[in-house]
């Protein structure tokens, strides 16, 4: 049987992860006055992976079974790109371009990354796309833009060619992401974690950056493991559901979030730009939970691992009983159906 609402899980997940991440953007405010930004990358990124390796262990520990696809050899090549693009190249063209640009321009361009994955999610990957879509997207990037916008303008320098390059990396980081949505979402963001946070605090401490006191080095560590680590899970979690466009969509509600919480939290002034991204943004976010897309469709065989319950798209045997939900791999045979889906793992498929 289908499940209750195409909304579910999907949207709460991609909206838990635009809040853990929107929520990291004042903490990292405040301890940015104590440490070398690029440290601070580097230490949140460590934290991240460190955290999900202690949850990972913990969960072994306490005899708690991981019901997860595990990661196969076809995935290392993909997980390799992910670290190299999100990890590395795009945390490194961001402190390029914020070194030769102004930061009014640097947090303009930083909303391309939202623009790069749904462009690329439409254009190279053919996840559908209709008019309310479109609208509830350009909505939120209105907001997200109106929301960083100091009034002085955008000068393209130099600096802003990195950064538009970092979140060209970002885009590409989320729609290849995608790619290993299927397998355990915990190893995944632990392992980019771990490796993107030490080259970035290798890298940051050959620059001349130091180390700063205990307590700030545990509180960017805490703050990553849930800005960046949790939220990746969610995020990854969130594509499965939904695919990359959509996920990518409700993310650009990090910015909005994050200015929300400086005022409440850091006393800064509400605006009449500030409402006025957040009508935009919300307006956005209606016209996508409003989206149903409903058209009758067919499953083409299909052979892939992942967590799943018996349903509508998982009849398949076993042998002797299991536990619901489960993974292995499986196959799915050719079903023609129609129900509200999204492109997710089971629906990515073209239209005309």
Known sequence: MIKASHLWPGVPLALGSAVLFGTSAPLSKLLMGSIDPWLLAGILYLGAGAGLAIMQWGRSFVGIENLEAPL???????????????????????????SQTTASSGSLLLNLEGLATM???????????????????????????????????LRFDTGSLFITAACLSWGIDN??????????????????????GTVNLVLALASGAVLPS?????????????GVG??????MLGLRHLGTARTGAYFSLAPFIGALLAIIFLHEPLTLQLLAAGVLMTLGLYLH??????????????EHDHLHVHDAHHQHDHDGPVSEPHSHRHRHQPLRHRHPHYPDLHHRHGHG
């Open 289 to 302: 939970l409003a989206e149903r897309h409903d058209h009758e469709h067919v499953h083409e065989t299909l």
């Open 72 to 98: 196969h050899r076809a995935d290392w090549p993909w997980l390799a790109a992910v670290i190299v693009f999100g990890g590395m190249i795009g945390p490194l063209f961001l402190m390029l371009g914020l």
């Open 214 to 226: 205990a307590s700030i080095i545990a509180s960017g560590a805490l703050t990553g493991f849930f």
């Open 175 to 196: 729609n290849l992401t995608r790619k290993l949505s299927s397998a355990d979402p915990v190893q995944i963001a632990m392992l980019k974690g771990l490796v993107a």
């Open 119 to 153: 462009a690329i999610a439409w254009v190279v990957f053919r996840e559908n796309v209709d008019r309310r879509l479109i609208l509830g997207a350009g909505a939120i990037l209105a907001g997200a833009v109106l929301l960083s916008w100091s009034g002085t303008g």
């Open 230 to 235: 949790v939220s990746l899970v969610m995020f």
